[in-house]
Each structure stands twice: as C-alpha cells, then as structure tokens.
C-alpha cells in the first residue's frame, strides 16, 4: 500500500508501518475516490485486512503491520475505489443487529428495511410471542417472507419471534444459498431448527403451494420487492447498478407498483381474515400504492422511515 495503490495511483509515500497508519491512509485513499463515509468504510476495510472487528482495530493501531497485510488492503481498497460495494468486498453487512453473509447475486440488506420487520414485530406480538413452536404447532403465527435475498428479513422475524414459523422464498438460487447459510450461521443455538423453511421459486406460486399443502393461510405476508423505476435504474450509484443483481433491483417491466400490485392481487388467497401484508415502498410510491390498495377494497396505512418517507405499505385481510 501506498499513498494509492499500485497500479491505482504511484504515489511515492512509503508503506504503513503500523495499523493506525494503514488505516490514515486507507481513508485519505477513499476520500480521493469520492467514497462518501470514506472513514467508517476505511475502518471496515483495514479491519477485515487484518483480520480484526473494528473495535480490535481501535486496540491495536500501534501494531505493526506486515507486507501480506498491506498487499491484503491495497487490494480490497482497489476494489472499493472501483466503487464495488464494501459488504461484498467483506462479505456481510449488519441488519437488525446481526451480521449477514452477502455476496454477488444477492441484494445488500438495507437499514430502511428494518422499519417491516418492526412492524412486523409489532403485529405478531398482537398474535402472542409465547414459547418456542413448529411447523406442527396449529397456534403458531406463520409468516413468510416473498423475495428473501439473504433472508435478512425471515431469518429476523424467526430469532424475534421464538413462537413464529416462517417461510422464506426467492426465485434467485444465489439468494436462497446465501440464506440458507445465513439460517446456518445464525442458528448455532439451534433455536431455528424446525421453524424456518427456505425455498426457490416464484414466490407466488410457492406460497400458493405451501397454503394448500398446509391447509391454512398465513398471518403475514411480508415482501421488500424490487421497485427500482425502468427511468431510474441509470440514476443509482454505481455501487448499486454495476454491482447489485439487476433481479432484485429493477421492477418488472419497468413499473415499480408492479411488486406491491401483485402481494395486493394475492393477499386474500395467501393470507387468513384478519392477518397483514406488509410490503416495502420506494420514495413516491405511496399514493400509487395507496389507490390500489382502496380499489381491492383495503384500507391501505403506512410506516414511515426515518426521513418521513412511507417507506411500509400494510393492509389487513
Ligand atoms: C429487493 S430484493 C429484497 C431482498 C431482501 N428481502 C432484502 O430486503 O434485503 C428482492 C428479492 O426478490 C426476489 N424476487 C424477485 N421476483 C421474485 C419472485 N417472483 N418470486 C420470488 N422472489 C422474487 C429477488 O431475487 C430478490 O432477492
């Protein structure tokens, strides 16, 4: 590492000689790219380098740092500089508190899409959240998630419910790997087992499928679709359009509704007389949303995120 990177830049500063300054350099390297949060991201990257968690890298800036080490970051910081996102470069990204594997081919979890999975929360604690149950249980609360990407949003709703059994769906076979191994890694306890199913296909059809084969409907649909305008997919930073897999960004046909007008067109088939459909929402989408909610005979409400944006479309069945 340099001031730059080989190849990227031929500066002529010399090395890091110590952790504290690889990570100096790491940031002023990323500011010079235009990397927004360029010091928080150089903390990720210099730390995942040295193998470390953040907080060990603020213990450990007086370490001396090898020339493995420094090969190691220049190469994840070439890649940064290259706009790729940091989650991907490595290989997770918080949600909820919890670390999630992402990698090519599978959105990265975003902090809005927290605000469904409280709300979700906050409507099954309507539905009890007693003891810990399963498939078999016909008191459980059942919830799936429609589109799950790393399954940030079922694999949440299932540790925050312990009474809950939730499915989990996408059409992407690099989506559901990437969840199964997340439900692998965030089970070590075993607390999932017999309460989370992950499967590929059209959601849909799937869940139509599994509300047959069961005999019930759900208590909750849940689904962060792609809503990403056909005129708006050349706007987004290359970090999401180069990078983030094109199925889980741009809606179908260009028409960003077209998610949340199918989950309103399925709702009574798929979810039980008084259960919810909560669907994640792009910037202006609302009143959209909201008229095709009162055409189906629902009466739409909204959760809005922390920029006041209705960011969760929720109808009761
Ligand atoms: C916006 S991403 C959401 C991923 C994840 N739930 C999240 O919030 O980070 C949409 C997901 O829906 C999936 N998807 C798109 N159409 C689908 C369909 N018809 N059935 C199931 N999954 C679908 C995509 O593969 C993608 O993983």
Known sequence: MSDGTRGETQGSVAAPRTAGDMLRMAREFLQRKGIEEARLEAELLVAHALGFDRLRLFLALDRPVTAEEIDRARDLLVRRGRREPTAYIVGRREFYKREFQVGKGVLVPRPETEHLVDRARELSGERGTGAASAWDDPAAPWIADLGTGSGCIALTCALELPAACVTAVDVSG????????????????????????????????????????????????????????REEA?????????????????????????????????????????GAVLVELGLGQAPRVAELARARGFTPAFVRDLAKIERVLEVRV
């Open 174 to 229: 690099a989506a559901v790997l990437c969840a199964r191994a997340n439900l692998a890694a965030l089970d070590a306890a075993g607390a999932l087992a017999g309460r989370v199913e992950l499967l590929e296909g059209d959601g849909f059809d799937v869940l139509a499928r599994r509300v047959r084969e069961r005999g019930r409907k759900l208590d909750l649909l849940l689904s962060n679709p792609p809503y990403v305008a």
């Open 234 to 274: 050349a706007t987004l930073a290359p970090e999401v359009k180069d990078y983030e897999p094109e199925l889980a960004l741009s809606a179908p046909a260009g028409d960003p509704d077209h998610g949340a007008r199918r989950l309103l067109d399925a709702a009574r088939e798929l979810v039980v007389p008084g």
